[in-house]
């Protein structure tokens, strides 16, 4: 039997959680070695496992994968969750780009200064709501289906739950001019391994609070403040 696909990263959401989720929904299980010290990743580096010295990393199917992206893209072909054939792919990767944005300002949104956190919220719902939620309640609208590409379960699906239940986390009635996404989001929470995942014990990490922050500090080299509140870049190390 094949090994479990292993994962290398903190005991945090940043950019494994949708590694996490992905794995998730193929009904894959899976493993986790949880870093705890700056020594520990150096260790790691030195042992030249890490291409540009940064997690997160999924060792799976003999290869040591760095890149998240890549390392989803990857799990996604393998579980055939990245459509039948170049067009839908195509069509997945531009949903699923289009999210990163705004996945990525959310997700560095603990690094901010406390008297920022409001705002920041605020900037995220004006953002998804819109910008990127009217693109996926058209494409649901327009296509006629269960899911945005084909009609089946892909890499886009998974990762607009994902980020439709972080944006709720910082204005818990995002979804209110979107029929089509409340649609949305009620049928796929229900798949039956989609239900698992979201049910207390899974692997699905919590937002970041302080205690998280300050382990993945002890890791990475970053300090709060550095969000670039209308981009999503940051000047660090995560």
Known sequence: MAAKPKLYYFDGR????????LLAAAGVEFEEVLLETAEELQN???GGKLMYEQLPMVEIDGMMMVQTRAILRYIAGKYNLYGKDLKEQVL???????MRDLYDII???PLSLPEDKEKNFSFISEKATQRFFP???KALKDHGK???????LSWADIHLLELILMVEECKSDALSAF????EFKARVSKLPRIQKFLQPGS?????????????AKKIFKFEKGLLLKYSSTILAEF
């Open 203 to 215: 692997p699905r990490r919590p937002p970041m609070d302080e205690a998280s922050l300050e382990a």
């Open 179 to 182: 029929p089509k996404l409340q």
């Open 135 to 137: 693109v996926y309640e």
């Open 92 to 98: 997945i990767d531009m949903y699923v780009e289009g």
């Open 44 to 46: 790691l580096i030195k």
């Open 14 to 21: 940043g950019r494994m959680e949708s590694v996490r989720w």
């Open 146 to 152: 269960n899911y945005l590409v084909g009609n089946q």
């Open 107 to 109: 997700m560095l949104s």
